[in-house]
């Protein structure tokens, strides 16, 4: 049973940042694709980053774009979520996923395997 854990979430100031971690047993090398998603409050989860194998396959949504920086570390079976200049609409509860597929043109697709997510809220 693939298990993700998410954890660094929390309050934090507009403009401020954050950083998610996600750690997963199964995470130890760039086959095992990694996503992250996030839901607010009365809408629909949606795609936020995902990477696949390496910096050249990377995608983000558009209204994190240059804000929110994926990476990972397969020493560590953990996965992370850098983000910065967070604003009010940053506020949600963001899931760690892993889906079979991350196209640099779409993001993520048909996730296997959800964590239980963790809540961040930008406010001041």
């Known amino acids: 049973q693939v298990q993700l854990v998410e954890s660094g979430g929390g309050l934090v100031q507009p403009g401020g940042s954050l950083t998610l971690s996600c750690a997963a047993a199964?995470?130890?090398?760039?086959?095992?694709?990694i996503a992250w998603y996030r839901q607010a409050p009365g809408k629909e989860r949606e795609g936020v980053s995902c990477?696949?194998?390496?910096?050249?396959?990377?995608w983000y949504a558009d209204s994190v774009k240059g804000r929110f920086n994926i990476s990972r570390d397969n020493a560590k079976n953990t996965a992370y979520l850098q983000m910065h200049s967070l604003s009010p609409e940053d506020t949600a509860v963001y899931y760690c996923a892993a889906p079979r597929r991350c196209s640099t043109y779409s993001g993520p697709y048909y996730v296997d395997h959800w964590g239980q997510g963790t809540q961040v809220t930008v406010s001041s």
């Open positions: 990477m696949a194998r390496g910096d050249d396959s990377i």
């Open positions: 199964e995470l130890t090398s760039d086959d095992y694709i």
